[in-house]
Nanobody, 125 residues
Framework: QVQLQESGPGLVKPSQTLSLTCTVSGGSITTNYYYWSWIRQPPGKGLEWMGAIAYSGSTYYSPSLKSRTSISRDTSKNQFTLQLSSVTPEDTAVYYC?????????????????RGQGTQVTVSS
């Protein structure tokens, strides 16, 4: 059974870079044909797909976040990492890592995805 677990700081200062790691167990991040994604949910809002790294290592980003987002992986540790630069309080959200089957995800794709439990990140000075 595949499980995902997010880790990283819960508080980030404005203008800094947010960095989160997702550790995957029960399956390999190089397995065809999944997209290992980062999703977030700001308070009172819906889920927002941020980007993904595919089984092949290719990366895909939401156009609205592309200039600030970088996703990488460490296959030896079966982990993938999110970096979001120049954060503002509007980046405050619960951040999830997830395994998706297609991009961009639809609402039903979110429901079918395997996700971590999520981690709260607050951007504040």
């Amino acid at each position: 059974q595949v499980q995902l677990q997010e880790s990283g700081p819960g508080l980030v200062k404005p203008s800094q870079t947010l960095s989160l790691t997702c550790t995957v167990s029960g399956g390999s991040i190089t397995t065809n044909y999944y997209y290992w994604s980062w999703i977030r949910q700001p308070p009172g809002k819906g889920l927002e797909w941020m980007g993904a790294i595919a089984y092949s290592g290719s990366t895909y980003y939401s156009p609205s976040l592309k200039s600030r987002t970088s996703i990488s992986r460490d296959t030896s540790k079966n982990q993938f990492t999110l970096q979001l630069s120049s954060v503002t309080p509007e980046d405050t959200a619960v951040y999830y890592c997830a395994r998706l089957k297609r991009l961009p995800p639809s609402d039903s794709d979110y429901g079918a995805a395997i996700r971590g439990q999520g981690t709260q990140v607050t951007v504040s000075s």
